[in-house]
């Protein structure tokens, strides 16, 4: 396991500068492995592969073509104690049936967030989205690209990194967007204890797009309880404060003197329940930052979570220009996991590197309008270490 920060500590936490160190580090195994199972089949009768990626370090990365879902990530903490650090069902059934308004571990698309009223105007022409959030069109509409069942394009297997190719080719007018649309998502595991997320998308028609993956994390194991104790830094000095229905009023506002300041690492209730409007109408955070370092070609350090107890670390770094920082805040208790335990409000976090909400009708706002000829390519990496 990669033991050590990639990053000073925020300095809001200098005092703690002389514990950030590197742990003994586990034994070295052979080179990132590569398994191959089936998961089930739909209920429409489509077979469904699971890939796991396991590397020298014992981090393991397990990826099922049904949504291009990630299923499992299983991390050592600073003892070598491996958890599964996201949450998820049991089964394929369980994912079908329930993961519609939930999107564990899924691949987010066409338009990943909220577009406003279920409309949009590109090249003078309207077009209207089925609102599966009313009024608003959420994460691509129902039956989106997290209820698809991905082609595997190709499985890899190198010296230091193994991975797997997934497409899905959308239709034009799948959910009321325009063109097709083909996806591909490589998800790869190194030995460097990163998971990277590669995203490229071409189309045949002036479209709009939008892609992420919606992970929900809790690092000291799904089902181990709320995550409130758990740390968050993100690298943003504005955000996109939104209406009561979560959608952006056009601002782009400083966090400075606001609870949306995570500048530096603190834990992820320290105001959560503050009385302050962002917070109350999404019910926690459920939130657009804008990253200082975001929207570049290179990935650049976007956010940080910590959490205290199995020392286990998460750094994401995105080409993307924002983050969407969520609280899982929609889990009621009403959604049993994998491990037979109840979901609730605040069990995990999502850190959903993207766009802005509602782009398309948001002109001030980084485009999400893809052409012809134009190749779509962001890439996310998820960086494990123990502190």
Same mark, same amino acid.
């Given at each position: 396991?990669?033991?050590?920060?990639?990053?000073?500590?925020?300095?809001?936490? /200098?005092?703690?500068?002389?514990?950030?160190?590197?742990? /003994?580090?586990?034994?070295?195994?052979?080179?990132?492995?590569?398994?191959?199972?089936?998961?089930?089949?739909?209920? &429409?009768?489509?077979? @469904?592969?699971?890939?796991?990626?396991?590397?020298r370090?014992?981090?393991?990365?397990?990826?099922?073509?049904?949504?291009?879902?990630?299923?499992?990530?299983?991390?050592?903490?600073?003892?070598?104690?491996?958890a599964?650090?996201?949450l998820?069902?049991?089964?394929?059934?369980?994912?079908e049936?329930?993961? =519609?308004?939930?999107?564990?571990?899924?691949?987010? *698309?066409?338009?990943?967030?909220?577009?406003? #009223? =279920?409309r949009?105007?590109l $090249?003078?022409?309207?077009?209207?989205?089925?609102?599966?959030?009313?009024?608003?069109?959420?994460?691509?509409?129902?039956?989106?690209?997290?209820?698809k069942?991905?082609?595997?394009?190709?499985? %890899?297997?190198?010296?230091?990194?193994?991975?797997?190719?997934?497409?899905?080719?959308?239709? $034009?007018?799948e959910?009321?967007?325009?063109g097709?649309?083909?996806?591909?998502?490589t998800?790869t595991?190194?030995?460097?204890?990163?998971?990277?997320?590669?995203?490229?998308?071409?189309?045949?028609?002036?479209?709009?797009?939008?892609?992420?993956n919606?992970?929900?994390? #809790?690092?000291? *194991?799904?089902?181990?309880? #709320?995550?409130?104790?758990?740390?968050?830094?993100?690298a943003?000095?504005?955000?996109?404060?939104? $209406? +009561? !229905?979560?959608?952006?009023?056009?601002?782009?506002?400083? @966090?400075?003197?606001?609870?949306?300041?995570?500048?530096?690492?603190?834990?992820?209730? /320290?105001?959560?329940?503050?009385?302050?409007?962002?917070?109350?109408? /999404?019910?926690?955070y459920?939130? #657009?930052?804008?990253?200082?370092?975001?929207?570049?070609?290179?990935?650049? %350090?976007a956010?940080r979570?910590?959490?205290?107890d199995?020392?286990?670390?998460?750094?994401?770094?995105?080409?993307?220009?924002?983050?969407?920082?969520?609280?899982?805040?929609?889990?009621?208790?009403?959604?049993?996991?994998?491990?037979?335990?109840?979901?609730?409000?605040? +069990? &995990?976090?999502?850190?959903?590197?993207?766009?802005?909400?509602?782009?398309?009708?948001?002109?001030?706002f980084?485009?999400?309008?893809? !052409?012809?000829?134009?190749?779509?390519?962001?890439?996310?990496?998820? !960086?494990?270490?123990?502190?």
């Amino acid at each position: 396991m990669n033991c050590s920060f990639h990053r000073s500590p925020a300095p809001v936490l /200098a005092a703690l500068a002389a514990v950030w160190a590197t742990f /003994a580090c586990l034994p070295a195994a052979a080179a990132v492995s590569v398994s191959d199972t089936r998961y089930g089949a739909t209920q &429409a009768g489509q077979d @469904v592969r699971e890939y796991a990626f396991t590397n020298r370090y014992g981090v393991t990365l397990k990826v099922m073509t049904y949504g291009g879902i990630v299923t499992e990530l299983d991390v050592p903490d600073r003892h070598g104690r491996r958890a599964d650090i996201v949450l998820g069902f049991g089964s394929l059934q369980d994912y079908e049936r329930l993961n =519609g308004n939930i999107h564990f571990g899924a691949l987010i *698309g066409r338009y990943a967030n909220r577009i406003a #009223n =279920g409309r949009f105007t590109l $090249d003078g022409q309207e077009y209207r989205l089925p609102t599966n959030d009313p009024p608003n069109t959420l994460h691509g509409g129902p039956d989106s690209f997290d209820s698809k069942v991905w082609t595997p394009v190709r499985t %890899f297997q190198q010296p230091t990194e193994a991975g797997v190719q997934l497409r899905y080719v959308s239709p $034009d007018g799948e959910n009321g967007f325009p063109g097709t649309l083909t996806v591909d998502v490589t998800y790869t595991l190194t030995d460097d204890d990163e998971v990277r997320i590669d995203y490229r998308a071409t189309t045949d028609k002036d479209t709009v797009v939008n892609l992420t993956n919606h992970s929900y994390f #809790n690092l000291a *194991g799904e089902a181990s309880g #709320n995550v409130e104790r758990q740390m968050i830094e993100i690298a943003a000095s504005r955000y996109t404060p939104t $209406d +009561d !229905k979560s959608i952006p009023t056009g601002e782009i506002s400083e @966090v400075a003197g606001t609870p949306m300041d995570l500048r530096g690492l603190s834990p992820i209730g /320290a105001h959560l329940r503050d009385a302050y409007a962002q917070l109350i109408w /999404a019910h926690g955070y459920d939130q #657009n930052w804008v990253l200082d370092g975001g929207g570049h070609d290179t990935p650049a %350090f976007a956010a940080r979570a910590y959490d205290p107890d199995s020392g286990r670390v998460l750094d994401v770094y995105t080409t993307q220009p924002g983050l969407q920082f969520y609280t899982a805040n929609g889990l009621d208790g009403s959604v049993v996991g994998r491990s037979g335990s109840a979901y609730r409000q605040t +069990d &995990a976090f999502a850190l959903e590197a993207e766009h802005f909400p509602d782009s398309p009708n948001q002109p001030t706002f980084p485009t999400t309008e893809l !052409k012809p000829g134009q190749t779509l390519h962001e890439v996310t990496v998820w !960086k494990l270490g123990v502190r």
